[in-house]
């Protein structure tokens, strides 16, 4: 009688694009990819397709890619820590999303959302959040932004042994050199911030500044006004024009 060998199924299992082939693929923290990474990416966004292991063809993908980082690109492109052709691949419709302390009016209902999560997962219902730990946290500026808030709801919640919300308020105090500034400082980062939103629409415009397609246009500003910043911020504008081939 001959022996029987039962084997299991083998299941192909697909990449990330693959699986969102005609679809939306969401990459978070894009600013953290080694550079190995970055390169297989920028093939795939160049390419729109590829390369499955085990497998001699490349297989097509179509696919909308949205990225997120709270790192600065263009920063890291200067740095030589992420690649600038990748960098103007993903920056083709640019998103800035307020910081939290930007948005005050969205930390009650987002707290409200986090104790509700948390409270289901831990098996805790409370009745009501304490009047002053409401007021701590809609005070706070959120270095970390959300995923800070999120935490520091998370471990409340882990910890609170009453129906009453609270929040230990030393959890949200900031060190003295992180919240002691001085406005040169302040004035320095916006100004670098403002530097580098303006030659990244230069970048796009191949230098332009006036035009439908130059980069007055694409930033919502009258010509005159962005030349006037350029020539501040002591920004080359031809440095960005293209060779004709």
Known sequence: MKEEHLRAPIQRRLGRFEAAHGGTIFLDEVGDLPMDIQIALLRVLQEHEIERIGRDKPVPVDVRLIAATHR??????????????????????????????????????????????????????????????????????WPGNVRELQNVIERAVTLSDSDVFTVDQAWLKREPSEALRSGADLGDELSA??????????????????????AAARLGLPTSTLDSKIKRLGIDKYRFKTRPS
Not at 89 to 106: F, G, K, M, S, Y
């Open 72 to 141: 600065d690109l263009k920063k890291l492109v200067h740095e030589g820590k992420f690649r600038q052709d990748l960098f103007y691949r993903l920056n083709v419709v640019p998103l800035t999303v307020p910081t939290l302390r930007e948005r005050v009016a969205d930390i009650p209902p987002l707290v409200e959302y986090f104790i509700a999560r948390f409270g289901r997962k831990a098996g805790k219902k409370f009745r009501t959040i304490d009047k002053n730990t409401l007021e701590a946290l809609t005070t706070y500026d």
């Open 193 to 214: 911030h403002e530097k580098d939103v303006i030659e990244a629409a230069l970048a796009q415009s191949d230098g332009r500044v006036a035009g439908p397609a130059g």
